[in-house]
T-cell receptor, first 115, second 115 residues
Framework: SQQGEEDPQALSIQEGENATMNCSYK?????LQWYRQNSGRGLVHLIL?????REKHSGRLRVTLDTSKKSSSLLITASRAADTASYFC???????????????FGQGTILTVHP | DTEVTQTPKHLVMGMTNKKSLKCEQH?????MYWYKQKAKKPPELMFV???????INESVPSRFSPECPNSSLLNLHLHALQPEDSALYLC??????????????FGPGTRLTVL
């Protein structure tokens, strides 16, 4: 199945700095979603980028998608201590045949933002 | 109301116990999901319900038994679990199964410990 692989596994930065996380996947996708998880809690949907989009913004978040390289990146600008969390990419495979378009989460990047 | 609620927050059970996890949403979503998440790992899909019918079972052992009594409720019945089943169990919902641009809404999870 379509699982994203994320890089780096962990990222530690100071408040105010930018944080960039990368995600690679293997086969064609319909869209790619990013989720955040605060320690031991549920996941929160951050942003969705469609396969025909190259860049998308939402507040301090910027997501890019390069389907030729099968990769995506999430940039958080002007980071805050409250951004400390795990971030997961979730490539959404194309539905077809018996597939319903499963969402499979990558291993995640643990971001720590120091005050 | 964009909330998915889960009860209990924490559960400790012995290997011979029978217990149930409960999930509820009032967003009118017709797809509901159970995920299992081990520490420092991404969520792994267990079951998917669509219009109160079980659509996907990701080869989950029979000691986990899902139930969808109505469109707002999702239960996970647990019996004869093993210590390795200890994990965070997450419930999620989305509008309709198979729609490509659906985001999933997650509950806060139930932290399960099997002794």
């Amino acid at each position: 199945s379509q699982q994203g692989e994320e890089d780096p596994q962990a990222l530690s930065i100071q408040e105010g700095e930018n944080a960039t996380m990368n995600c690679s996947y293997k086969t064609s996708i319909n869209n790619l979603q990013w989720y955040r998880q605060n320690s031991g809690r549920g996941l929160v949907h951050l942003i969705l980028i469609r396969s025909n989009e190259r860049e998308k913004h939402s507040g301090r978040l910027r997501v890019t998608l390069d389907t030729s390289k099968k990769s995506s990146s999430l940039l958080i600008t002007a980071s805050r201590a409250a951004d400390t969390a795990s971030y997961f990419c979730a490539p959404r495979e194309n539905a077809g045949g018996t597939s319903y378009g499963k969402l499979t989460f990558g291993q995640g990047t643990i971001l720590t933002v120091h005050p | 109301d964009t909330e998915v609620t889960q009860t209990p927050k924490h559960l400790v059970m012995g290997m011979t116990n029978k217990k149930s996890l409960k999930c509820e949403q009032h967003m009118g979503h017709r797809a509901m999901y159970w995920y299992k998440q081990k520490a420092k790992k991404p969520p792994e899909l267990m079951f998917v319900y669509s219009y109160e019918k079980l659509s996907i079972n990701e080869s989950v052992p029979s000691r986990f038994s899902p139930e969808c009594p109505n469109s707002s409720l999702l239960n996970l019945h647990l019996h004869a679990l093993q210590p390795e089943d200890s994990a965070l169990y997450l419930c999620a919902s989305s509008q309709v199964l198979g729609l490509p641009y659906n985001e999933q809404f997650f509950g806060p999870g139930t932290r399960l410990t099997v002794l």
